[in-house]
């Protein structure tokens, strides 16, 4: 019964920078990889970014690589998703995921538990 929590969404210029976080909770947290995706309207849910518990590797998809960057803090229980440059193809519900699967997964179905989401806009 984990629960995890999306903060920190809002409207921003293109070019501007947001921080998402991600608080995970629960009689007993474990999990492998926490990761981000997001939905835009009328379209699936996207891979965004991921992150290893252990020993923090990440993995992008190639469309945010270089301006957006996950992290972790394993004290808090909180993973982060630091988004530079937004560009308004990056307006859409992000999502924060977690699993426990031994290697990392990019897709929705392999992840078993889920944030709420929080809405991100980016203006042109």
């Known amino acids: 019964q984990v629960q995890l929590v999306e903060s920190g969404g809002g409207s921003v210029q293109a070019g501007g920078s947001l921080r998402l976080s991600c608080a995970a909770s629960g009689r007993t947290f474990v999990s492998n990889y926490m990761a981000w995706f997001r939905q835009a309207p009328g379209k699936g849910r996207e891979f965004v970014a991921v992150?290893?518990?252990?020993?923090?590797?990440?993995y992008y998809v190639d469309s945010v690589k270089g301006r957006f960057t996950v992290s972790r803090d394993n004290a808090k229980n909180t993973v982060y998703l630091q988004m530079n440059s937004l560009k308004p193809e990056d307006t859409a519900v992000y999502y924060c995921a977690a699993n426990r699967k031994i290697t990392l997964q990019t897709t929705p179905a392999a992840y078993d538990y889920w944030g709420q989401g929080t809405q991100v806009t980016v203006s042109s």
């Open positions: 992150i290893s518990w252990s020993v923090g590797s990440t």
